[in-house]
């Protein structure tokens, strides 16, 4: 079975500074992996993935995620946090479902909250 | 505008009752998902569905019971057997078309006394 660890329960950065969120996966083939955002209270919000091809992935809000095979890692990153990026933020790995059917489960790590300081 | 809607926003029972959640989705996507969050443990996947009619158990389906009668609608019945019902709830869709990503309502906090 696959499984998510994401090293970091809290993080917290200074406004501007350079961010990296570490995450690594448990799983016997090819991954499929996920990075998801979660305001207080709120659903959960893609912000990038990763199925083939390029190692490296851009998502939305100016995020991007490296996939290390070697190293079981994807790891978010971005070069400048904003106070708005304060959130708790979430990778997942992706296998199919136990039917065999083509839509996938999801497993998710247990989060880091982000706190950014002005 | 597509998404998923989860109602209520918050929900109050008491102990012993059975309390059904609503999940719908106008994005014409197969599959649905229920998943529970407590603080700390990120989401844990309940019970999942990839076709109208047809659910499997996830990882704690235990107190709960689902159905899938239309493509649309995934409701999440917490029976009285659920012995730590208060938590988030969150409701998902995906698409085999869209890679498998799942998409998120804004989820549903119950609370029991």
């Known amino acids: 079975a696959q499984s998510v660890t994401q090293p970091d329960i809290h993080i917290t950065v200074s406004e501007g500074a350079s961010l990296e969120l570490r995450c690594n996966y448990s799983?016997?083939?090819?991954?499929?992996l996920f990075w998801y955002v979660q305001s207080p209270g709120q659903g959960l919000q893609l912000l990038l993935k990763?199925?083939?091809?390029?190692?490296l992935v851009q998502g939305i809000k100016g995020f991007e995620a490296e996939f290390k095979r070697s190293q079981s890692s994807f790891n978010l990153r971005k070069p400048s946090v904003h106070w708005s990026d304060a959130a708790e933020y979430f990778c997942?790995?992706?296998?199919?479902?136990?039917?065999?059917?083509?839509?996938?489960?999801?497993?998710f790590g247990k989060g880091t909250l982000l706190t950014v300081n002005p | 505008d597509g998404g998923i809607t989860q109602s209520p926003k918050y929900l109050f029972r008491k102990e012993g009752q059975n309390v059904t959640l609503s999940c719908e989705q106008n994005?014409?996507?197969?599959?649905m998902y229920w998943y529970r969050q407590d603080p700390g443990q990120g989401l844990r996947l309940i019970y999942y569905?990839?076709?109208?009619?047809?659910?499997q158990k996830g990882d704690i389906a235990e107190g709960y019971s689902v159905s899938r009668e239309k493509k649309e609608s995934f409701p999440l019945t917490v029976t009285s057997a659920q012995k730590n019902p208060t938590a988030f709830y969150l409701c998902?869709?995906?698409?085999?078309?869209?890679?498998?990503?799942?998409?998120f309502g804004p989820g549903t906090r119950l609370t029991v006394t």
């Open positions: 998902a869709s995906s698409s085999q078309w869209s890679s498998y990503e799942q998409y």
């Open positions: 799983y016997g083939a090819t991954p499929y």
């Open positions: 990763y199925f083939s091809g390029d190692t």
């Open positions: 997942a790995v992706g296998a199919p479902g136990n039917s065999g059917g083509s839509n996938y489960k999801l497993t």
């Open positions: 994005l014409n996507h197969d599959a």
């Open positions: 569905s990839q076709i109208v009619n047809d659910f």
